[in-house]
Nanobody, 128 residues
Framework: QVQLVESGGGLVQAGDSLRLSCAAS????????MGWFRQAPGKEREFAAA????????YYADSVKGRFTISRDNAKNTVYLRMNSLKPEDTAVYYC?????????????????????WGQGTQVTVSS
């Protein structure tokens, strides 16, 4: 079992920054690949970013590339998503997810069904 708890969401203006955190417990976090997904009202859950167990591999959706940065601190069992230059279209509930495998490649990283555990989500709202 892996428990994931996201935090750091909120209401910001366009152009602002936020850093989301996802604290993990219950399994060997350092051996898990991690992903961030988001879901806007009325839309399907979509991939945002992923990182391998060591941090050596990262992968981003085109919509966030260059603005978002995923990172992890295995000593703190935490993965982060730094979001810069936020846009109204970034408004969504953001979820972190854990893949019990260290890294399965980009296609797997962007596929929700590849992940074994999910957090409850944190709301990010960007006003124009």
């Amino acid at each position: 079992q892996v428990q994931l708890v996201e935090s750091g969401g909120g209401l910001v203006q366009a152009g602002d920054s936020l850093r989301l955190s996802c604290a993990a417990s219950g399994h060997t976090f350092s051996r898990c690949a991690m992903g961030w997904f988001r879901q806007a009202p009325g839309k399907e859950r979509e991939f945002a970013a992923a990182i391998s167990w060591s941090g050596g591999n990262t992968y981003y959706a085109d919509s966030v590339k260059g603005r978002f940065t995923i990172s992890r601190d295995n000593a703190k069992n935490t993965v982060y998503l730094r979001m810069n230059s936020l846009k109204p279209e970034d408004t969504a509930v953001y979820y972190c997810a854990a893949d019990l495998r260290p890294w399965s490649g980009n296609w797997a990283a962007r596929t929700p069904g590849n992940y074994d555990y999910w957090g409850q989500g944190t709301q990010v709202t960007v006003s124009s």
